[in-house]
Every structure is written in structure tokens, then in C-alpha cells.
């Protein structure tokens, strides 16, 4: 198990840019691939981004491609998310995932869930 602890969530106007950080503690960051999700009201939560171990592959969803870049730095035990251009639509609550093996594509490789953090852009 590792403990997920999001941060960097906040009200942003639309065309606006945040950061979201993910703090994982124990040792093995590097052994779980990480991914970001998001759940708005009234749906179903979805993938963002998900990235390698090594941080060398990554996968988008086509609604963020361009605007969103998902990165990891192994030796402060942290994932990110870099989000620019927001749009309304992007309002959400934001999950911060890792998991063991499987495809990036796929949200049923990842296993552990931080609490989320809470993304708002105003119009």
C-alpha cells in the first residue's frame, strides 16, 4: 500500500493554469505507475493522465492532450500534474492513483487513491 496525498487544487478563471502535486510516501514510488483522474458532479470519474515508472511513457485522455503534461520525480517520492488553458469543463475533483502492473490506458491498473483535490474554473 502507499499513501496518496494530493495538493495545489484552487478556484482558477478560465484560460488560467494550476499545478497539482501528489506526495506518495514509502520506498517503492518507483515500482507504481501513477495517474491522475477526475470525477465532476453528476459523473463518472475518468482518467486525466497516467505515466510510466520510469516517467518515460505517458497517456492522456484526447480532452487535456495539449494543454495538461503529467510528470513524476522519483527521488522526492511525487507526481504532477501541470494543467494550462483551463476550461470550465475541467472543473472537477482531481485523484491522484498509483498501481502495480497493467496498461496506462486502463483505470483498472490502478489501485490506490489519495482524497482528491478540488479544481474549480470559472467562466
Known amino acids: 500500500q502507499v499513501q496518496l496525498v494530493e495538493s495545489g487544487g484552487g478556484l482558477v478563471q478560465a484560460g488560467g493554469s494550476l499545478r497539482l502535486s501528489c506526495a506518495a510516501s514509502g520506498r517503492t514510488f518507483i515500482s507504481y505507475v501513477m495517474g491522475w483522474f477526475r470525477q465532476a458532479p453528476g459523473k463518472e470519474r475518468e482518467i486525466v493522465g497516467t505515466?510510466?515508472?520510469?516517467?518515460?511513457?505517458?497517456y492522456y485522455v484526447d480532452s487535456v492532450k495539449g494543454r495538461f503534461t503529467i510528470s513524476r520525480d522519483n527521488a522526492k517520492n511525487t507526481v504532477y500534474l501541470q494543467m494550462n488553458s483551463l476550461e470550465p469543463e475541467d472543473t472537477a475533483v482531481y485523484y491522484c492513483a498509483a498501481g502495480g502492473s497493467g496498461p496506462l490506458t486502463s483505470a483498472r491498473t490502478f489501485d490506490n487513491w489519495g482524497q482528491g483535490t478540488q479544481v474549480t474554473v470559472s467562466s
Open positions: 505515466i510510466s515508472r520510469s516517467g518515460s511513457s505517458t
